[in-house]
């Protein structure tokens, strides 16, 4: 059997919800964190093909430049 103290603590472990935040927090912040993976994932193509372009424009102007 559980003696008083231990039901106190099991009552007051039952009732408490302090970690609720914690909890809440944390899955907020992996949202976040997944929504800004996502959103860099897809967006570094864009980059990459945007790069690609102004270098090839680059040197083409440079060798014309040159001559």
Sequence with gaps: MIGAIGKD?????WKDEGGQDLIEYTLLMAF????????FISSGSSVSRIWSTTNTT??????KAAS
Excluded: G
């Design 9 to 13: 603590i099991v009552h007051a472990f």
């Design 32 to 39: 976040v964190a997944l929504a800004s993976a996502t959103l």
């Design 58 to 63: 680059l040197s083409t102007a440079a060798v």
